[in-house]
């Protein structure tokens, strides 16, 4: 952070035999008679770095000069202070997860099963994004900070020092539900639920994840790690997931050009019902004077506002598509400070979808014993719902410390899902 003039060293030297995987896991007969079963698993899953990460950072300064007319030689002598780098972190760690589960099946009847689980995950070291170079702000008596205006950043040759590096975390929690009828007399049915709490401190960091939903959790480094986290950005509190195949009987019995048209025929479809993902609201400028500005993602370098006395989380939402959120739950924290919304806070619109598909088999005993010509008619969002996107997430712009409310904020302009789709297929298997 104190060195002013750009150096190249060593790129990653950090061999490592200690990404061990262990795995472990059981399974008990409880009453020894096939039917009631407990079962549960451990592991470990290292996965590699993002090898984008080290081609854009040896690609730009000061690994690899910029060739421009006012600079023939690299390292420059003397430059302005407008100069940002994006460092990797030296030593990075390999990111890995552990993963484990419990659950318990019982047998209801012949063909149908009952699962009660838990599911968890941790994941360690995962990579995120972090502006390093930025002012240290005061701290208040009340345990708030505060940034006063014409701060200057900890080293003047930089702005943006924007640090790769491998301290990120996630924790998964998750109960499930599920009742499953195996194939039997042409018919077989699943119902799946799933509780679930999925929180991080890196899902959206810049330069690692594209951000869809605003939420982001690079931040200038004083305040730690643990200022952004929140809710992943894939996070869904509760899912439902329903599907069924059903061998229609009605035709068994005709023969005849009665029976090769109305017999064969298989329904299959496919409901989910689910929560909306996590959104983040933001003021477009740097109203908390932090200087933070890391260069790539939506909503990277924005402070987030504060809500207004009397409101929530659950308060602030709507639901209303031209105006999702309220706009009088949110107020501009005082300049020079940070709004008090968290990171994902906010819950999007639900997502519900049914899809439904008719499929005719029948046997072409022209080609062989083997050949069958299947007829499809597949309809996706057959209720033809819309499920709508992400609002718009900024509640004030404007020139720094004189932000004014953002007229569309709140308004949904995509939806998630398309219309109701109907398409026919035919398809030869032989």
């Known amino acids: 952070l104190t060195d002013r003039a750009p150096t190249v060293g060593p790129l990653y030297q950090n061999p490592t035999f200690k990404n061990i995987s262990p795995r472990v896991g059981f399974a008990w007969d409880v009453f020894g008679d096939g039917r009631t079963s407990v079962r549960g698993g451990y592991g470990?899953?290292?996965?590699?770095?993002?090898?984008?990460?080290l081609i854009v950072t040896v690609t730009n300064p000061p690994v690899t000069p910029r060739p421009v007319v006012n600079n023939p030689t690299f390292p420059v002598p003397s430059f302005v202070g407008s100069l940002s780098v994006r460092p990797v972190q030296f030593n990075l760690d390999n990111p890995y997860v552990q993963v484990w589960n419990l659950n318990v099946q019982r047998e209801l009847w012949f063909d149908t099963v009952l699962t009660l689980g838990y599911a968890g995950s941790r994941g360690v070291h995962l990579l995120r994004s972090n502006d390093?170079?930025?002012?240290?702000?005061?701290?208040r008596s009340d345990g708030t900070v505060f940034y006063p205006v014409g701060q200057s950043r900890p080293n003047t040759a930089f702005t943006t020092i924007e640090l790769k590096s491998s301290d990120g975390n996630s924790w998964y929690n998750a109960l499930i539900f599920e009742v499953r009828k195996r194939w039997s007399r042409g018919f077989s049915a699943q119902?799946?639920?799933?509780?679930?709490?999925?929180?991080?401190?890196?899902?959206?960091?810049t330069f690692f994840s594209d951000a869809t939903n605003g939420t982001t959790s690079a931040f200038p480094e004083p305040f730690g790690i643990d200022y952004n986290k929140g809710l992943?950005?894939?996070?869904?509190?509760?899912?439902?997931v329903l599907n069924f195949i059903w061998e229609i009987p009605f035709a068994r019995n005709l023969k005849g050009a009665a029976g090769k048209i109305l017999n064969g025929w298989q329904?299959?479809?496919?409901?989910?019902?689910?929560?909306?993902?996590?959104?983040?609201?933001?003021?477009q400028r740097n109203r908390s004077r932090s200087q933070w500005s890391p260069s790539l993602g939506p909503g990277i370098g924005q402070d987030r506002p504060s809500f207004a006395p009397g409101f929530t989380h659950e308060t602030a939402v709507t639901g209303d598509p031209i105006r999702y959120f309220n706009?009088?739950?949110?107020v501009l924290q005082p300049a020079g400070t940070l709004g008090n919304v968290g990171r994902g806070s906010l819950t999007g619109p639900n997502l519900r979808t049914f899809d439904l598909a008719m499929v005719k088999n029948t046997r072409w005993a022209g080609l062989g014993e083997r050949t069958n010509l299947q007829l499809r008619i597949e309809a996706f969002n057959l209720f033809n719902r819309t499920n709508f996107g992400v609002p718009l997430l900024t509640a004030f712009t404007g020139a720094a410390d004189n932000e004014q409310p953002v007229s569309t904020f709140g308004l949904?302009?995509?939806?998630?899902?398309?219309s109701r789709q109907i398409q026919l297929g035919l398809r030869v298997t032989f």
Do not use: C, E
């Open 267 to 283: 329904m299959a479809g496919i409901a989910q019902m689910r929560s909306g993902n996590p959104l983040t609201v933001f003021v």
């Open 44 to 53: 470990i899953y290292f996965n590699t770095n993002n090898q984008q990460n």
């Open 191 to 205: 119902s799946s639920y799933t509780l679930s709490r999925n929180i991080d401190t890196t899902q959206a960091s």
């Open 232 to 240: 992943a950005d894939y996070h869904a509190k509760h899912n439902l």
């Open 327 to 330: 706009p009088a739950a949110f």
């Open 132 to 139: 390093v170079n930025v002012p240290t702000p005061q701290l």
């Open 412 to 418: 949904i302009r995509s939806t998630a899902t398309s």
